[in-house]
Structure formats: structure tokens, C-alpha cells
Nanobody
């Protein structure tokens, strides 16, 4: 059974950094395209960044450009979301999920095997 576990969330002040991890169990991530999504209270889940199995990253959230990066370490079976210069509006639950297509997508409906999410709170 494909299972993903997100970790690394927490509370941070504006301008701070966090690195989220998405670890897989029961399967290897290197054959999948991985997406990071977030959902703020009262809002729909939105795509943030995606990385295909070739290592190419695609950004789906203009607000994170230049601040967030996605990477994968296939040896550790983990995908990371590095978040720098965090803002209050980045507060959300962050999720990772997989898709079998080689191509990235920002649509949650294109992904499966969602993790339980990790809370990120940016506040002074």
C-alpha cells in the first residue's frame, strides 16, 4: 500500500524557514511525480510545487516564487519542500501526493495516496 508521511511543519516567525519532508513507505518514489499542496482554513487545496521523476520542478503558486523550492533524494526515498522567507499567508496544512504521469500538475484531483499533512503556522 502506497503511504506518504509529511513532516517538518511547525510554528515560525515571518521571514523564517522550514523544510518539509515527504517520505514514502511501501514503494519507491523515484518512479512517481510528486506534488506539494497546501490548504488554508476555509480555502480550497492548492498546488504549490511539483517535481517529476526526471527532477524537473514546476511552480503552481505565484506567491511562493523565489521563496520555495522542491527537491527529491531518491536514495532516501524522500521529497523536500524548502520554504524560505515565510509569510503569514503561507499558514496552511501542507500535503504531498503522487501521480504516475511523467508530467506535473497543479490539480489535486490528478494525484493520489495523500499523506496526513503537516501544519505550518507563520505568526509573530
Amino acid at each position: 500500500q502506497l503511504q506518504l508521511v509529511e513532516s517538518g511543519g511547525g510554528s515560525v516567525q515571518p521571514g523564517g524557514s522550514l523544510r518539509l519532508s515527504c517520505a514514502a513507505s511501501g514503494f519507491t518514489l523515484d518512479v512517481y511525480t510528486i506534488g506539494w499542496f497546501r490548504q488554508a482554513p476555509g480555502k480550497e487545496r492548492e498546488g504549490v510545487l511539483c517535481i517529476n521523476r526526471g527532477g524537473r520542478a514546476t511552480n503552481y503558486a505565484d506567491s511562493v516564487k523565489g521563496r520555495f523550492t522542491i527537491s527529491r533524494d531518491n536514495a532516501k526515498n524522500t521529497v523536500y519542500l524548502q520554504m524560505n522567507m515565510l509569510k503569514a499567508e503561507d499558514t496552511a496544512v501542507y500535503y504531498c501526493a503522487v501521480r504516475t504521469s511523467f508530467f506535473c500538475s497543479g490539480a489535486p484531483a490528478d494525484f493520489r495516496s495523500w499523506g496526513q499533512g503537516t501544519q505550518v503556522t507563520v505568526s509573530s
